[in-house]
């Protein structure tokens, strides 16, 4: 990276300057800031926002482009900044109110307590300025905001009726991810291997029985106590010329409980764990 180019790197809050401000979601993320942070970063593209304004990001599409391409790494800033953002939100949350909707157990203390959870196959404590891992070990950074996004969303109730990324709006620049990322890589990993499949997957989730529709393995993985992940797996079939393939199901409100980027990570969770049978 060249002086010139460190110099004048655009960073999270300057894009975010363009955006609407409104946090509409249409883009697939939360809110403007999270989107800004993803175009910095180079996990999202700057026209997934139909509504930036022209006149103030013209000057910063080529400043961002060279940056890019240069690849300079703002990752860290981006994370704090993002952090941040969220830190300010779960001050405005209500732990007493959203305890019962998100399926946590309050934990009363001074500023606020904090809530409990399961998260995966793990316990996690939130509170006004932080997460913790109840069961031991470190989160991630990016853990900890799909764990804040949950709080901030409030939980719903699931509909029960199960659906592809495909039928979630907004989810087109999501769908290739998902494939390449997730679903792509599974299929690699346990093509022939069914029940290596089973059994990476059973340690952290649960069966579903969906043979009669034609599925060769189906879990259901707890992400949060409102918030769950399915994992249909059709295994390979040589002498037919079928290749294994695999597909994530969300259930149809999911978008009310997590942003797009959000559930996009947890699936990169359950390929990651079941990939190295964590």
Known sequence: MDRDTSKSRVAPLELYKCTPRTNCGECGSATCLAFATLVVTGREKIGACAHLDE????????RLEQQLSAGVGVSREGFEKTMEFLSGEILKCDFRVRAESLGAKLEEGAGGGGLVFPYFNQAVLVTKSDIENLSGGPLSAWEKILIFNYVIGGGTEPSGAWVG????????????SLRAHCEEVLGRHFSGRIEAFAKAVLAWGREVDLKGEG???AVEFAI???LAIRLLFWDEVKDEGYACRVKFLFDSRVLQVLDLESLLFACEQITDRAACGR
């Open 55 to 62: 006149e103030k990001v013209k000057p910063l599409r080529s």
């Open 165 to 176: 990324m495909e039928s979630l709006p907004n989810s087109v620049s999501k769908i290739k």
């Open 215 to 217: 599925v060769d393995f």
């Open 224 to 226: 949060f106590p409102k």
